[in-house]
């Protein structure tokens, strides 16, 4: 009578070990990426000099699902994104700067390597940042058939802040800051604030204001002239709307790298 329970005990006692080493094996084999941080990591390493080989194996490695469930809500879209366009024209144009003389082939050219995938700068602002807007259409237009990256990757909804936080490698580019998911809001409003700070010149007696040509370029964004003075406005550039005229400024292609900010 005794032996049989401790037979029935031994048993339990070993499918117990095997089921918890077995279930312990898979738990660690699954780890779970921040894909926000390791995109902060990459820029943070840019910025310090850095070698940043691993990091962008990894981002190569990723697949394609990894990353669609990685990233979920619209901040942490658009923060790693920054984080990578920022961080890639940096990496980019301080190994061959050559390529900055032909821009229009330098934005288009397929040279990012992003899950599985090797992605444009064009693909990347316009697809991806910019919700599928056509690069051309400033800011009205957008993809009739965009591709399963895009649709797939893209943020939800169109921020025209944006403007003020990509860098393309220009003189008068805004600076690079690391963005994070949970400072995004934050982050972008203070970049703004000190982007039309520095770039624009309003003339009260004439009523005239001189703003940076992305006010142009992406007017869409913005929405019209009407919203770049609403813009102006909130942000203490101009003290009134009203018959207010915009004067764009030539911009300053010039190549300048390494112009870093913190927010």
């Given amino acids: 009578m005794n032996k049989l329970p401790s037979k029935f005990l031994l048993l ?10 077995k279930a312990s094996k898979v738990n660690t084999s699954i780890v779970k990426v921040d894909y926000n941080k390791l995109s902060e990591e990459f820029l943070s390493c840019v910025k310090e000099k850095g070698n940043t080989e691993d990091i962008r194996k990894e981002l190569a490695e990723l697949s394609l699902e990894d990353l669609e469930n990685g990233l979920v809500t619209h901040e942490q879209k658009l923060a790693f994104w920054l984080n990578i366009y920022n ?11 050559d390529l900055y003389e032909d821009r229009s082939t ?69 600076p690079v800051a690391i963005y994070t998911a949970g400072r995004l809001n934050e982050q972008l409003n203070a970049g703004t604030k000190l982007f039309l ?63 870093f900010i913190t927010l």
């Avoid at 339990?12 to 080493?21: L, P, R, V």
């Avoid at 940096?90 to 190994?95: A, R």
């Avoid at 990757?153 to 403007?163: P, S, V």
């Fill in 106 to 174: 330098f934005f288009k050219m397929e040279q990012i390597p992003i899950a599985g995938s090797i992605l444009s700068f064009e693909k990347i602002e316009h697809g991806i940042i910019r919700k599928s807007q056509w690069p051309l259409g400033l800011g009205y237009v957008r993809k009739w058939f965009p591709g399963k990256i895009e649709r797939k990757l893209r943020i939800k909804k169109r921020d025209y802040r944006i403007h003020f936080a990509l860098n393309c490698g220009a003189k008068d580019c805004p």
């Fill in 87 to 97: 961080g890639y024209i940096q990496v980019i144009l301080s190994e061959k700067p």
């Fill in 12 to 21: 339990f006692f070993t499918i117990f070990c095997f089921s918890t080493s």
């Fill in 197 to 259: 700070k520095s770039m624009s010149n309003y003339n009260e007696e004439l009523k005239t204001v001189s703003v940076t040509s992305l006010f142009s370029w992406f007017r869409g964004d913005f929405g019209g002239k009407s919203g770049t003075k609403k813009i102006l406005k909130e942000n203490n550039i101009i003290s009134t709307t009203k018959d207010v005229e915009i004067i764009y400024k030539n911009y300053d292609w010039s190549l300048y790298l390494n112009n």
